[in-house]
């Protein structure tokens, strides 16, 4: 079976964006830009909620036309590759090859064939998930600023979920991976 890994930026006061919307602090050194274009090229699919959705499929098509960051320049072409899913209760169709799934219909998607899939951000569709018992591991990425609020990394969810810490590791001397498994 399929993993459902939900992979995530966070400030070290738990928001993957700022008050006003801004998502301009994370820092994509060498490390971690290494080990998130590692993990994306292992996934079967990229997973999106809705939000997130439109900000990937707004900027990742036409990245190189824009961008000279390497980061960039790496993930663009691995992103077009990808097979790509939304999460959407609203959604009937999305752009770019990415098919549209409720969450109640993920399980059906985790227990076919492929690699893992990938959910990158979110916090609405994170909690779905969670909610319905479908994450399997969590990769959030701490970095060393402090939003002091905005959009925090989980949403308000049904229960209490047991972690296991199942790795850490630091990032080009600023950024820690925290690695759970459920």
């Known amino acids: 079976m399929r993993k459902v890994i ?3 930026h966070s400030s070290v006061d738990g928001y993957i964006e700022g008050p006003e919307g801004e ?6 050194g060498p490390e971690l830009s290494a080990y998130s274009l590692a993990l994306s090229e292992r996934a079967g699919t990229l997973l999106y909620g809705r939000v997130v959705w439109g900000w990937m499929a707004g900027y990742w098509p036409t990245a190189e ?3 000279d960051d390497p ?3 790496a993930f663009a072409p691995i992103w077009r590759a990808t ?3 939304v999460l959407s209760r609203t959604l009937t169709s999305a752009e770019h090859g ?3 799934v409720r969450a109640e219909d993920l399980a059906e998607l985790k227990a076919g064939d492929g690699g893992d899939l990938l959910l990158m951000g979110g916090t609405e569709a994170a909690a779905a998930l969670t909610d319905l018992g479908l994450v399997d591991e969590y990769q959030v990425v701490v970095h060393p600023v402090v939003l002091g609020g905005g ?7 049904k229960s209490r979920i047991p972690l296991r810490l199942a790795e850490t590791r630091a ?3 600023r950024s820690v991976l925290l690695r759970y498994t459920v």
Do not use: I, N, T, Y
């Open 6 to 8: 939900h992979f995530v």
């Open 23 to 28: 998502f301009d602090w994370p820092a994509m």
């Open 65 to 67: 036309s824009v961008s």
């Open 71 to 73: 980061h960039d320049l």
């Open 83 to 85: 097979p790509k899913a």
């Open 98 to 100: 990415a098919r549209v």
């Open 151 to 157: 959009r925090p990394v989980f949403a308000p969810g």
């Open 171 to 173: 990032f080009d001397g």
